[in-house]
């Protein structure tokens, strides 16, 4: 799960035949269908017509800021303030755009203003706290948040990123706990299965009883937190997993799985169920409890096109997982940009192998570096052949993604190259995780600087090589 993004405010559609009012409830109907990139045209044509209509100039900003363009939603933002430069919301929305796109001394000085006109706005308050986020000030954020919970007690995003951030800061055991608010907060991913029978709070026996996980969130959200599966199990429960197809294969063989099926598929027979995500709360989990021994273990033997791909030679093999999602809230921060690789790849006699999925490698790579990478990813069909490549490399490079936790989950050895600001799930300033025993965290010093990190992976890469392959490459 991450963190949303907050503070950004969008009015209803508003009543009327005309034209303009057409245009503008077309375009608001198409946001609210997660069709954004269709509402773009529809509202720059209201806009045209009621140019200095606040609410179509907003949602146009809003729809430009859903699909990433954030350039042209910073551009209407600015429009929205200079026009209407006493609205709380409007410095508010353009602080909260100002922020992703790391201009943080602007973002505070807009939502000062912004609280300066309205102490009052809860949602301002929000982006206030991610900005402080984003400064490295989670301590404050934390205390802002619970001033905007006094304010609004009943806002369940707020408790949520309350939550995450009291879990960054180390606070488990009340930071799990809000973070149960998730389900109640519009856009965060919970499970989609039909259930009929009672959810488990953590409490009730479950002894000779099918516990059903729900999935939720990301696939990497599965791969941490099937571990809990044996605690479950420990408690004498026969433990059922629902999840996404690709990964139904590998948690079959988690431990204290009895059972793992496809999201989806038809719902088996249960007694409880319990949303992934919440086994920590349930758990009442501290992060002294949580072992970070491997414990996925691919069934069968490694495919042979898996096993031609990464032969087991004195040539150190590393793999690399550089882009995730471009889709997520977050990418603009926990992605590296192909080009700065160059270095890394430039390294002799080593085995570099790319972990990516989608999109493809040639798409992520300047054509220069394409041939320096063998891609591996686009051959695994499922997590049970990503598994299986894991067990056949030296060392794992990679963002926050799904490949981080099949890595830490399966005992690779790697290197987790973190955002300053972070997930709330890797802690703040640690080099180690709880969650992962073989994985060592490396941390931009500052907001989108990459290079610090990637001159670490570097010299920790040439350490893998032997010096006969160097000196080697020297004479040549």
Not at 126 to 148: C, F, H, P, T
Not at 152 to 159: E, F, M
Not at 169 to 185: I, N, P, S, T, Y
Request: aromatic share 6%.
């Amino acid at each position: 799960m991450r963190s949303a993004t907050a503070g950004i405010v969008r009015h209803g559609p508003k009543a009327g035949g005309n034209r303009y009012r057409a245009l503008y409830d077309r375009g608001v109907a198409l946001i609210r269908q997660d069709r954004s990139a269709d509402a773009i045209p529809v509202l720059i044509a209201a806009l045209a017509l009621a140019p200095n209509d606040h609410d179509v100039r907003h949602d146009l900003a809003l729809a430009y800021h859903t699909v990433g363009n954030l350039g042209e939603a910073l551009r209407e933002y600015n429009e929205i303030v200079t026009r209407f430069p006493d609205r709380s919301d409007a410095h508010s929305n353009l602080a909260g755009v100002l922020s992703m796109l790391g201009h943080q001394t602007l973002a505070f000085k807009a939502i000062d203003i912004a609280l300066a006109l309205d102490a009052g706005n809860v949602l301002a308050m929000s982006n206030l706290a991610e900005i402080l986020k984003n400064l490295g000030d989670w301590a404050g954020a934390r205390d802002v948040y619970a001033a905007a919970l006094a304010l609004s007690p009943d806002a369940h995003q707020l408790h949520m990123q309350h939550g995450m951030t009291m879990v960054a800061l180390g606070q488990w055991a009340d930071g799990w706990a809000a973070l149960e608010h998730r389900e109640f907060v519009a856009g965060v991913h919970t499970h989609t299965d039909t259930v009929t029978a009672p959810r488990w709070d953590g409490r009730a026996s479950i002894d000779g009883r099918t516990v059903m996980i729900m999935h939720e969130q990301g696939l990497g959200d599965a791969l941490m937190c099937v571990r809990f599966a044996r605690d479950l199990a420990a408690r004498g429960a026969r433990v059922h997993v629902r999840t996404p197809p690709a990964l139904v294969g590998l948690l079959s063989h988690a431990p204290g799985v009895s059972a793992c099926s496809a999201v989806g598929s038809a719902m088996p027979p249960h007694d409880f169920y319990v949303p992934l995500m919440s086994l920590p709360a349930c758990l009442q989990l501290d992060a002294s409890q949580v072992e970070g021994e491997p414990y996925l273990v691919p069934p069968g033997e490694c495919p042979p096109h898996i096993a031609a791909l990464l032969p087991r030679d004195d040539r150190p093999t590393v793999a690399l997982s550089w882009q995730g999602n471009p889709q997520h809230s977050n990418d603009r921060r926990r992605s590296i940009g192909g080009a700065l690789l160059a270095p890394l790849l430039d390294i002799p006699g080593v085995r570099f192998v790319a972990m990516q999925k989608h999109p493809p490698v040639r798409e992520l790579l300047p054509i220069t570096l394409q041939q320096k990478v063998v891609d591996v990813g686009s051959a695994c069909a499922d997590f049970v052949d990503s598994a299986h490549a894991m067990r056949r490399v030296d060392l794992v490079v990679t963002v926050d993604t799904a490949v981080a936790h099949l890595a830490g989950a399966t005992g690779a050895p790697t290197l987790l190259c973190l955002p300053f600001t972070p997930d709330y799930r890797w802690a703040l300033t640690r080099t180690s995780t709880p969650w992962y025993r073989s994985v060592t965290i490396l941390r931009q010093p500052e907001a989108f600087a990459w290079d610090a990190v990637l001159d670490d992976v570097c010299t920790r890469v040439t350490a893998l090589v032997k010096p006969s392959r160097l000196s080697g490459r020297v004479q040549r």
